[in-house]
């Protein structure tokens, strides 16, 4: 491998940059789309003639042997631009490539009879004549199906370039995601519960005294109803307070038995 050094490209003189053709530039594109038009102009103003002559052997009327050359000619504009459509859309081209083709020939072979017929066929003049004569419908039909190729992009996946990957998010793959575990509903019944606020002092005193009698310490009857330690031991002291004193005093509501129930009694 040989190694360049400053002073080695120093001598070497400046570099030169090598201009390349922009082959996917639009100007190419008219070029050869006009450079078609222009070739399908010549060629029907050579088989003009041709054509008439030909049109003469159908005894066709005078006045109207110029339609002759107008509807071969003109079907071969006609499905050129049919074919270009098509292939724009996505679609199949056969039927305009077929009729085409067809016309061509049609062309061809009546450029080539108006020559023939025109000379004289022992002589080798007459033999290359009829082969130029035959040559512009061919070359316009080539013309055709070459522009057709490069002015039409192929429908396919849309190719988007990127200038710098870094930049880039892209998501991993479905088989390499991280897959998190649904927490369960009691779980979440739990954690709401816990993080719920008491509404009022009532449902306060309520929760503590289920959970004093759940077993629960007073540090996580604090947590669980969002009072404080001391809150809830004045709470349960009161509780209790209230719970022995209704043991202790008698119902005062009880009716006292009457005669007929003392009478029973004491018999």
């Known amino acids: 491998m040989t190694s360049w050094t400053a002073p080695t490209l120093a001598q070497t003189g400046p570099i030169r940059r090598i201009r390349r053709l922009q082959t996917e530039s639009w100007a190419l594109v008219g070029i050869a789309l006009v450079g078609t ?37 003109g079907g071969i504009v006609v499905y050129s631009v049919i074919g270009y459509v098509r292939r724009g859309r996505g679609e199949t081209a ?11 020939t049609v062309s061809f072979l009546a450029n080539a009879s108006a020559a023939w017929a025109a000379g004289d066929p022992s002589h080798w003049t007459t033999w290359a004549g009829t082969a130029v004569a035959a040559l512009p419908p061919i070359g316009v039909f080539a013309a055709t199906h070459a522009s057709a190729s490069i002015a039409i992009a192929k429908r396919g996946p849309c ?93 005062s509501t009880a009716r006292p038995p009457g005669p007929l129930q003392s009478s029973l009694v004491g018999q």
């Open 159 to 251: 190719q988007v370039q990127v200038e710098d990957q870094t930049d880039v998010d892209v998501a991993p793959p479905l088989d390499q995601r991280i897959t998190v575990d649904q927490p369960r509903p009691e779980i979440i019944a739990e954690q709401l519960a816990a993080t719920s606020e008491v509404d009022t002092t009532e449902d306060r005193d309520r929760m503590i005294e289920e959970l004093t009698a759940a077993g629960m310490s007073q540090r996580a009857i604090a947590t669980r109803t969002g009072a404080s330690k001391s809150t809830v031991a004045r709470t349960q002291d009161r509780l209790h307070l209230v719970r022995t004193t209704s043991e202790s005093t008698p119902d």
């Open 94 to 104: 056969r039927f305009a490539d077929f009729m085409l083709a067809f016309l061509t």
């Open 37 to 73: 038009v222009g070739l399908a102009v010549i060629s029907f103003i050579l088989s003009f003639d041709a054509m008439l002559i030909v049109a003469s052997w159908s005894h066709a009327a005078p006045a109207w042997r110029w339609c002759v050359p107008a509807s071969i000619d």
